[in-house]
């Protein structure tokens, strides 16, 4: 699936492409199984749970319009937490799934979706903690930064707040990329959770750049990818759902019915199931370079996958260290 050694970047992309080409039956299999459910989560909660947003005045004085944003704000986040802890266990499955099918396919081996299953599941309850750590730092991270600024409450204290708002959104992101290669690490190593976030800072280090380089093009092509297939989606609810529609012209807060959440929910399906196998591949192909980089695991994975010649020369017997 994958050449036995250093690989490029466009070698990356392409093998993740590529496993989800080769093994689409189990791979769709899970992506669509996944997010057909959190889709149907999402649309029940974005129907019955979540509060319509308060309505804005324009004629509101400064304290109704500081008023005003902090009630959107609350309605916001309210709105926002159901949908990320769906999507915090949607990103559980499909990662632990999707890591022992890329894996099994640098082999070039079969792998059918229950013997993912059964291979991914005791790992389960130590990728969903890493799962849930990884995010708690960032934010803890980010909040250490805002925090002085915020407790000066005055006109210094908001532009210190953005400057340290600004030093923690770094160094979140310096340990969100350094600690990028764990999930892969504590699926395939048996890692526990913290040993996993050491391998992968380990193995990370030294390439940090190649690694958020990387990391950040598969994002974009993700993005991209979800917008161009969105798009047609959203442009086709709101036509269908008059109510949203009128209130996108009218300039009102517009109230969607089932209508434009059915068909939204069915384009964010078909997004995931492409884009999930891709970010799951690229994750999991860099954690392999970094091994086949800094502990010759191409041999490893030569002689497992029964190339018993791999790494050396011609008429050349010794094993490269």
Known sequence: MIPLRPLGVGEILDGAVSTLRAHWRTVLGITITVSVITQICDILVQRYLVPQPPRVDPNATP???????????????????????????????TTALLTVVISRSVLGRDVTLSDAWREARPR????????????LIATTVLAIGLLPGLLLGSEGGAAFAALGGIAGAVVAVWLMVRFALASPALMLERQGVVQSMRRSAKLVRGAWWRVFGILLLTMLLTFLVSLIINIPFGLIAYTVDGEGLSGLFSGRTPEFGWPFLIITGIGAVVASSITYPISAGVTVLLYVDQRIRREALDLELARAAGVNDHGAAPGDDTPRS
């Open 63 to 93: 304290e109704e319009a500081l008023s005003q944003l902090g009630d959107q704000l609350n309605a916001t986040l309210v709105g926002t937490a159901p949908v990320m802890a769906i999507t915090l266990i949607a990103t559980l499955f």
């Open 124 to 135: 389960l309850p130590q990728l969903l903690g890493l799962t849930l750590l990884l995010p």
